[in-house]
């Protein structure tokens, strides 16, 4: 069981960043894939990043690279999404989730989720 939980959202202004985190319980931390999701309003939940067990290989959906940077420290148990040049229609949930094997783009596979942490951004 690994429970997970978010944090670092808020309200920030077109332009500007923020550092989501996801930290993790247990001592299994690093047999886990982890990705990032995102839920707007009336939308459907969206992959945004994914990171392999050791960190060594990220995955992005094709929209977000270059602005979002998806990081991990297994000592600390903790997955992080940076986040740049932030744009009013990146305002969603942001949903933090673990899984075992390799990434995956789609969220059926995830196995483990977080209880997501707003993100809003102002025009």
């Known amino acids: 069981q690994v429970q997970l939980v978010e944090s670092g959202g808020g309200l920030v202004q077109a332009g500007g960043s923020l550092r989501l985190s996801c930290a993790a319980s247990?001592?299994?931390?690093?047999?886990?894939?982890m990705g990032w999701f995102r839920q707007a309003p009336g939308k459907e939940r969206e992959f945004v990043a994914a990171?392999?067990?050791?960190?060594?290989?990220?995955y992005y959906a094709d929209s977000l690279k270059g602005r979002f940077t998806i990081s991990r420290d297994n000592a600390k148990n903790t997955v992080y999404l940076q986040m740049n040049s932030l744009k009013p229609e990146d305002t969603a949930v942001y949903y933090c989730?673990?899984?075992?094997?390799?990434?995956?783009?789609?969220?059926?596979?995830?196995?483990?989720w977080g209880q997501g942490t707003q993100v809003t951004v102002s025009s």
């Open positions: 989730a673990a899984k075992f094997g390799a990434v995956a783009a789609s969220h059926r596979p995830y196995i483990y």
């Open positions: 247990g001592r299994t931390f690093s047999s886990y894939a």
């Open positions: 990171i392999s067990l050791s960190g060594d290989y990220t």
